[in-house]
C-alpha cells in the first residue's frame, strides 16, 4: 500500500535560515507528488506539483526516485512561511495520501 | 465560485449524539473527498466520490460513520452515535476530472465531549 512519511512533526529555524522539510514516499509505481500548505485560520492549498517544476514562494521540492523522496526545501525562510505542510502522494485513483504534516515555525 | 463550502464551521456536541457535517463541492467538479485532520495522524482519507458514486470507503473507521453524495452539489458525513475520539477537523474537497488539484473547504472543528 502506499505510504508517506514526514518524519518531523515541527521544525523551527531561524528567518534567513535554510529550510528543507522531509518527506519520503512507499509506492511501486510512477507516483505524482504535491505539497499542500494550510497558513494560519486559512484552507489547505496546494503549494507546488513535482511535475511543474516550479519555485513557488521560494520553494522547491525535487523528485528522487531512487531515495523515494521529495523534501520540499528553500534557501532563505521567512516569518510568513510559518505553516502547516503536508506531503502528499497521488498514486492514480485520484485521491491523495497525504503524510501526517509538519509545522515550520521560523523565528524573527 | 465560493470554492468548497463545508458547514457547520464548529460542532460541539455530547457523547452518543448524532453529527452531520455538509459539504457543497464545486461546481462542476467530478470527484469529492473527505478527510479527517488530527494532530497524531495528520490528514486521513475517510472516503471519495466520483461522480455522486462512493469510489473508496475504505478510510471509515467504523460503522459509525456513513456518508452520502445524493446529488452533485451536496454531500454529507453522519457520525452516529459519536464518541470524544471523534473528535477532530473534517475536511472536504473537490477536483474535476483531470490530474488536477484539490480544493480544500474551510473544515469542520469537531468536538465530543
Known amino acids: 500500500a502506499q505510504r508517506v512519511t514526514q518524519p518531523e512533526k515541527l521544525l523551527s529555524v531561524f528567518k534567513g535560515a535554510p529550510v528543507e522539510l522531509k518527506c519520503n514516499y512507499s509506492y511501486s509505481g510512477s507516483p505524482e507528488l504535491f505539497w499542500y500548505v494550510q497558513y494560519s485560520r486559512q484552507r489547505l492549498q496546494l503549494l507546488l506539483r513535482h511535475i511543474s517544476r516550479e519555485s513557488i514562494k521560494g520553494f522547491t521540492a525535487d523528485l528522487n526516485k531512487g531515495e523515494t523522496s521529495f523534501h520540499l526545501k528553500k534557501p532563505f525562510a521567512q516569518e510568513e512561511d510559518s505553516a502547516m505542510y503536508y506531503c502528499a502522494l497521488d498514486t492514480g485513483r485520484r485521491a491523495l495520501t497525504f503524510g501526517s504534516g509538519t509545522r515550520l515555525q521560523v523565528q524573527p | 465560485d465560493a470554492g468548497v463550502i463545508q458547514s457547520p464551521r464548529h460542532e460541539v456536541t455530547e457523547m452518543g449524539q448524532e453529527v452531520t457535517l455538509r459539504c457543497k463541492p464545486i461546481s462542476g467538479h467530478d470527484y469529492l473527498f473527505w478527510y479527517r485532520q488530527t494532530m497524531m495522524r495528520g490528514l486521513e482519507l475517510l472516503i471519495y466520490?466520483?461522480?455522486?458514486?462512493?469510489?473508496?470507503d475504505s478510510g471509515m473507521p467504523e460503522d459509525r460513520f456513513s456518508a452520502k453524495m445524493p446529488n452533485a452539489s451536496f454531500s454529507t458525513l453522519k457520525i452516529q452515535p459519536s464518541e470524544p475520539r471523534d473528535s477532530a477537523v473534517y475536511f472536504c474537497?473537490?477536483?474535476?476530472?483531470?490530474?488536477?488539484?484539490?480544493?480544500f473547504g474551510s473544515g469542520t472543528q469537531l468536538s465530543v465531549l
Open positions: 474537497a473537490s477536483k474535476d476530472r483531470g490530474p488536477g488539484k484539490l480544493l
Open positions: 466520490f466520483n461522480n455522486n458514486v462512493p469510489i473508496d
